[in-house]
Structure formats: C-alpha cells, structure tokens
C-alpha cells in the first residue's frame, strides 16, 4: 500500500499544531518568532493544561509561542529577540520533546525478535491489560480519559506480556504511539519491532502515527529511528509559572548557592 507524503504528513501536522496553538498553520513555515494567544479551539489534542499556559514550538524554521493572554506580554518581552536555542532554554520551561513521524518512503516492516510472539489488542482487549504493571508509557490504565488507548500491540513469550506499544486517540487525525519493555526484555529489538509494526496498521485506518520522546531520552529516540520514523518538530510540554520546578527551592535560593 502507498502512504502518504512527507510533506502530506507534515502539512496534519501543521494543522493540527495550529489549532493546538491558536494561530495559523502556514506560521510552521515562517522565519522569525509568533507570538498568539492561547484558546481551547475545536479539534484541539485533548491534553489536559497548566494555568496559567504556556506552549513552544517548532518544525525547524520559526518558533510559535502560544500562552494565556495574562501572561503573553511578559513572555513577549522574554522573548522577543532571542534565538530559537535560546527561546527553549528559557529558564520558566521545564523541558520539551521532540516528535517523530513514520518515515513513509522508507519504512519496511521489521521481523519479530526470536522466541516473541505478537499480539494485537483493541477495545475491551485494551483494557484487560490495565491489570498488568510496567507499562505505563503504552496506555493509560484509564478508561475514561479524553485521549483513550485505541490499539496495543503486545510481544509476549510463551503466555507473559513483555512488551506493549500501544496508541492514544489524541485527536481525530493523529494518534499517539507509546511503548514499554519490561526491563528484563530489553535490548532485545522489541520496541523497534513493536512500534513499527503498530505503525502501518494506524496508517491504513486513514491516522496519522506518531511517536514523542524527551530531548534527553536518546534511547527512546533511538527507538524512533530503528522503527522508521524522522523528527518532525519540536514542543515544550511545561512551564513552571506555578512553581512547580522540582529545582524550585533552589532556584530561589540561588545567590545563597553560589556563594557556598
């Protein structure tokens, strides 16, 4: 089966950012730094917000940064004239992730590892799965979430789950891809496998795949690429205008630090 284009791929994605974002999905494209007010927009991924908000991001040109209006002068003024490295160290972010999407033209199904079996779960099957520990990063042991787990492919052997990369209902167009390998099981090839073969079965139900890691996770990333999938853009997933910082203590404490 022929699947979509990069650039098809990317343009959801810029869509679908925009509505996340509140701004237009040509401003992906653009040089230089946007600023726009955040909205709960329809459509929107249903991930649940900090107050006050705050989003950064970028798909390798521009940065978008969208935040509540109570906050988005003060931000501006932070920001406005900084580099695009400068603007994701900013000191009230606490940490971003870079996402990946299936590389389409490339991508070949990889072969389970030796002595694994794999296994697809839907519906009920999914949630019979909430009763195992240590997959976490899969699905969400929740069923009433507004991004229910929708698929989970499981690489067992003999009768125990090992591994489950399973996909999130974030939005109408884009599913997100999560795995998790018991540590005894690991760097075996089995979250390759599991997260490259989910991903043709969510392209040939008209979704687009993808998969999201923290920019310090390089095994995670290296998961990524081993399955077939390239960067595609790069987003905050915090901010800690709440003082929620774990370094919060210190930091305000900070002269007295240095000077021990």
Known sequence: MEWLAKEDLLAIVRNQLARDMNCRPEDFCAEGILFCPAALREGRRMFKRQTPFLEIATMGRGVVVSADADILSAVRSVLQNRTREDI???????????????????????PCPAGFTLHFKTG??????????????????????????????????????????????????????????????RDRGLASCLVNNLTPWILERGVL?????????????????????????????????????PYEGILRCGKRLIRT
């Open 124 to 185: 009920g099957e999914i949630h019979a799965l909430y009763t195992q520990p240590g997959f976490e990063n899969a699905i969400q042991y929740d069923e009433n979430v507004l991004r229910p787990d929708v698929v989970a492919l499981c690489a067992m052997q003999a009768e125990k789950i090992v591994a489950v990369a399973g996909a999130s209902a974030d939005c109408k167009t884009m599913w997100q891809i999560g795995i998790d390998v018991l540590p005894a099981f």
């Open 209 to 245: 795949p993808y998969y999201g890691t923290a920019s310090s996770n390089i095994p995670s990333q290296i998961v990524a690429y081993r399955s077939g999938y390239l960067p595609a853009w790069m987003c905050t997933y915090k901010n800690v205008f709440d003082a929620s910082s």
């Open 88 to 110: 994701f160290a900013a000191p009230f972010v606490w940490g971003h992730s870079l996402y990946y999407l299936p590389d389409t033209k490339t991508i070949r199904k990889l």
